[in-house]
């Protein structure tokens, strides 16, 4: 007996017939896994200091809540140990914050209610400033406020002495004088324009501490053979000629300019003389 062999042909409209059934089919979109994520969209970084800023609550942590502020473009982080977190205490937080830093363009929040409160919109309305939510149920949409979030936990968690206070203060200090991953520069630097006074600037001095110990030595060894000489108006002295003539002319302190200058006229026998 012979064997019978079968071709199968394969129909290609079978598949769009099924993507298409799947596609309008209820239960098998609820019950299919989650899709996967959507490319990654970035915040426009922002063209100058202080422009945008990312807020956001921390805790309960430590027993205690948190405010947390962070400029978009120099990294710069504030954290508020908070007694409540109501509209009323986080513009009075905010209004602190501004009177040193300014205000800024634009501010981005999630949609808690204190920050979708009339109050806290009448807030921002009064100071120019434009509000932004991020997504609901997507923190990652607010990321730098996350990020700011984590870690200002793990420095705080880093710190083994002091009250909570003190090891907000310490972390913020170390945080701010810390060249920034992203930027390459330390936060206080990029948003104030200098390096903040630590231990740290004594092993590495400034530019202008170089310079003046530099003139400090070069003086110390300057004046080794040197003598203090001061003059009074009308006191009677010898002012040395780099012209033609006697090498000294005596002269008559007529006003005093400066540390070492002074202003002579000649005396009244160097007159006669001529």
């Given at each position: 007996m012979k064997s019978i062999s079968r071709q199968?042909?394969?129909?290609?409209?079978?598949?769009k017939d099924l993507e298409k059934y799947?596609?309008?089919?209820t239960k098998c979109q609820v019950n299919r896994n989650k899709p996967a994520e959507t490319p990654l969209s970035m915040?426009?970084?922002?063209?100058?200091?202080w422009s945008r800023v990312h807020i956001d609550f921390m805790g309960p942590y430590m027993?205690?809540?948190?405010?947390?502020?962070?400029?978009?473009?120099?990294?710069w982080i504030d954290a508020v140990i908070m007694n409540s977190i109501t509209a009323e205490c986080t513009i009075e937080v905010l209004r602190r914050v501004f009177a040193t830093h300014g205000i800024p363009k634009v501010l981005v929040s999630d949609n808690g209610p204190t920050y979708t409160s009339t109050q806290f919109k009448e807030f921002?309305?009064?100071?120019?400033?434009?509000?932004?939510?991020?997504?609901?149920?997507?923190?990652?949409s607010n990321g730098l406020a996350e990020r700011a979030v984590q870690t200002v936990k793990h420095g705080l968690a880093k710190m083994a002495e002091g009250s909570l206070h003190t090891k907000l203060s310490r972390f913020l200090f170390k945080y701010r004088i810390t060249p920034h991953s992203t930027t390459g520069v330390p936060p206080c630097e990029a948003l104030t324009g200098r390096m903040l006074h630590s231990p740290l600037s004594m092993v590495h001095p400034s530019l202008n501490d170089r310079v003046m110990q530099k003139q400090e030595l070069q003086k110390h060894y300057s004046d080794r053979h040197s003598q203090v000489r001061?003059?009074?108006v009308i006191n009677e002295v010898f002012v040395e000629n780099y012209a033609k003539g006697d090498r000294w002319l005596p002269r008559v302190v007529h006003l005093r300019e400066g540390s070492k200058m002074y202003d002579v006229k000649m005396t009244v026998e160097s007159c006669d003389d001529m």
């Open positions: 199968y042909v394969w129909w290609p409209c079978i598949d799947v596609s309008t089919c915040w426009e970084y922002p063209k100058e200091p027993g205690k809540s948190f405010f947390i502020i962070v400029d978009s473009y120099t990294k921002t309305v009064h100071n120019g400033i434009k509000q932004l939510f991020s997504a609901p149920f997507k923190p990652s001061e003059f009074n």
